[in-house]
């Protein structure tokens, strides 16, 4: 019993076992997560997430090892509980179409495993397995910040022509 409720867990509710894309539509299920701790001071976002990745640790290791060793494509508890970290403090990104811009960015680093991504995961275990979507969350918050600062920038600078 158990086993079959980690199990439905870490994968995603079962999304963890669609044959294409497993990952990037496990990752859909952060998005509420990620929406409901936007609406939350920082030291909320922070407290959550920790004890979130602290959860998943365990959970991940422990379905690695039901389903053979690895990170098996079925596990998807990674992306769900790593993805809000890529909205963490951005309450500008609190719109539908900035989401959108999160979640492809942070696909495209969990899919594309730029250094040092690829190495964190060969750690193994579960610590292994959350890494790598930490990490790559942790890349799409930085140019997600940095674009918003960008943003604000040149509209401030739109904004304050000459008197």
């Given at each position: ?88 403090g951005l309450a500008a990104a609190r719109r539908p179409w900035m989401i959108g811009v999160a ?61």
């Amino acid at each position: 019993m158990i086993e079959g409720t980690m199990l439905l867990l870490a994968t995603g509710l079962r999304l963890g076992w669609l044959p294409w894309a497993p990952g990037t539509f496990g990752s859909l299920l952060g998005i509420p997560l990620a929406w409901w701790l936007l609406g939350r001071p920082l030291p909320t976002q922070l407290i959550t997430l920790v004890l979130l990745l602290a959860i998943g640790v365990p959970l991940c290791h422990w379905a690695s090892i039901w389903l053979g060793g690895g990170d098996a494509s079925a596990i998807v508890a990674d992306e769900i509980l790593a993805f809000p970290i890529v909205l963490l403090g951005l309450a500008a990104a609190r719109r539908p179409w900035m989401i959108g811009v999160a979640f492809a960015l942070y696909r495209l680093f969990d899919i594309t495993k730029p250094p040092p991504i690829g190495h964190v995961e060969a750690i193994g275990g579960g610590l292994g397995i959350m890494l790598d979507d930490v990490v790559a969350a942790l890349y799409a918050w930085l140019v997600l910040a940095v674009a918003i600062a960008l943003w604000r920038r040149h509209a401030r600078n739109d904004h304050s022509g000459p008197m």
